[in-house]
């Protein structure tokens, strides 16, 4: 029951960063659509940085952590 209980957590937790990465993936490309970055470039190549080492930086955990 207790393993049951930590799958569905761990299920659970992935879920909704999986949502809030996603969410946070789409509104920085509704801003890139948009006129937002348009006189902001570096704002823009920093924060679409910061998504690219975010989303690596999940892969290579993944890799070395959990795909044994």
Partial sequence: MRQRLL???V???FTICLFGYFS???KLVSYCNTTLYTSE???ALL???AVLVYTYAGFD???KRLAQ
């Fill in 11 to 13: 299920a659970i937790s």
């Fill in 61 to 63: 955990f993944f890799k």
């Fill in 7 to 9: 799958i569905v957590g």
């Fill in 41 to 43: 470039h570096i704002e």
């Fill in 24 to 26: 946070a993936l789409a």
């Fill in 47 to 49: 924060k679409t940085s």
